[in-house]
């Protein structure tokens, strides 16, 4: 049950950064390669990778080389965990999540 907890702490956490939620907004929208990330923000290489590394980290994000680029989704596996644990908690209800 607490994994649960550390889980959603490190996503939300990755995303607490304007610059990273942004990302994860155009990651909703399709898959992105690293490259078009980099010039969609007009920031370097090592920020890019300090971002999608804090991203990929913490599960929301998958990475895939294809040749001499990545690409990065969203992951649904992720993305359905924190709705689900983000619902229960913000909904008017009798019981905690952390009771079940």
């Keep these: 049950m607490e994994q649960i907890y550390i ?53 929301l994000v998958l990475d895939r080389r294809d040749g001499k680029h990545i690409f990065y989704t969203l992951n649904p596996d992720a993305l359905g965990e924190l709705h689900t644990i983000m619902g229960t908690i913000f909904k008017k209800k009798k019981r905690c999540f952390a009771d079940q």
């Excluded at 980099?38 to 599960?59: C, N, R, W, Y």
């Design 7 to 59: 889980d959603t702490a490190k996503i939300l956490k990755a995303i607490s950064d304007p610059k990273r939620l942004k990302i994860v907004d155009m990651l909703s929208c399709h898959a992105q390669c690293a490259n078009k990330l980099q010039e969609a923000f007009a920031i370097t290489q090592p920020t890019l990778s300090h971002d999608m590394k804090v991203l990929v980290e913490s599960g």
